[in-house]
């Protein structure tokens, strides 16, 4: 091999994962990089984390709620199969809502009110930190320009987060007991996403056509965790270690207890 060149990680004519081998190469990727293994997180299910930093938290982590319909409107706007068109708009209904349910954006809003945090506040993004934005419209910018596949693989975190959901709920409970009236978006989570997980992996299993395509589906999906680990770096950067919101971002009004 020349020198400065790289080997691939797998050659031109590696043969395709079976399912199985591709659920798990994906599953591997949770393992190694979802954000269930961040600090933030980790002080937040060890009960460490005062009220306002779970304020914080459920402010920030709304602009991601809040744009994942606007994710799934994209990948809509660019299927060209009605059969696969008709089972994605759910996950816009899931989030959004419809005339006789709630959807997931309200389900969090009612757990940021449990924070403490003002419902008109939350709405309107007010304080989220320049680089929740920046980050969360990336995950946007990813599925507007990335192959089809690509995008719809770049969902499939929804593999592994009912394991991190139900440990979630579990240690807010714990801890927290003034959230458990605002933990419904979570129980609704435990079924949708395994049953969004499941088409998601079938098409790109059936959509893949070679090795190479898989891999790329694999990458997808590793830089989705990466965008949910970098917002969480934005959150412990700002109200963990250092401790310095920038301008205009929420500020923590006063010290206090873990429990709130």
């Not at 020349?2 to 590696?14: D, H, I, M, R």
């Not at 089972?87 to 899931?94: F, G, H, L, M, N």
């Not at 005339?99 to 008109?120: C, F, H, S, V, Y």
């Not at 592994?160 to 579990?170: C, K, V």
Request: include cysteine; proline fraction near 6%; glycine fraction near 6%.
């Amino acid at each position: 091999m020349a020198t400065g060149t790289v080997a691939p990680e797998n050659p031109p004519t590696a043969p395709k994962f079976t399912f199985d081998e591709l659920r798990a190469a994906m599953r591997k990727v949770g393992e190694e990089r979802y954000h269930h293994k961040h600090p933030f997180h980790l002080l937040m299910h060890e009960g460490k984390l005062s009220r306002g930093q779970l304020q914080a938290w459920a402010l920030n982590r709304y602009y991601y709620q809040s744009i994942i319909p606007m994710k799934d409107a994209i990948i809509l706007s660019r299927a060209t199969d009605p059969s696969f068109r008709r089972v994605w708009r759910k996950r816009i209904v899931d989030h959004d809502g419809d005339e006789t349910r709630n959807g997931g954006i309200l389900r969090w809003i009612k757990l940021a009110e449990a924070t403490g945090l003002d419902r008109d506040r939350v709405m309107r993004w007010e304080g989220v930190l320049p680089a929740t934005r920046f980050i969360g419209n990336e995950y946007l910018n990813l599925v507007r320009t990335r192959p089809f596949l690509e995008c719809v693989a770049s969902s499939l975190t929804e593999l592994f987060s009912r394991d991190l959901i139900t440990l979630r709920m579990e240690k807010l409970r714990e801890h927290y007991p003034w959230l458990s009236s605002g933990l419904d978006y979570f129980e609704a989570r435990l079924t949708e996403a395994p049953e969004d997980a499941a088409f998601a992996i079938q098409y790109v299993f059936d959509h893949a056509a070679t090795r190479a395509e898989q891999e790329s589906a694999i990458r997808a999906l590793r830089d989705k965790c990466d965008i949910l680990w970098a917002q969480l770096d934005a959150l412990y950067f700002a109200y963990v270690e250092p401790g310095w919101p920038p301008p205009g971002a929420f500020q923590i009004a006063t010290p206090e207890g873990n429990r709130g």
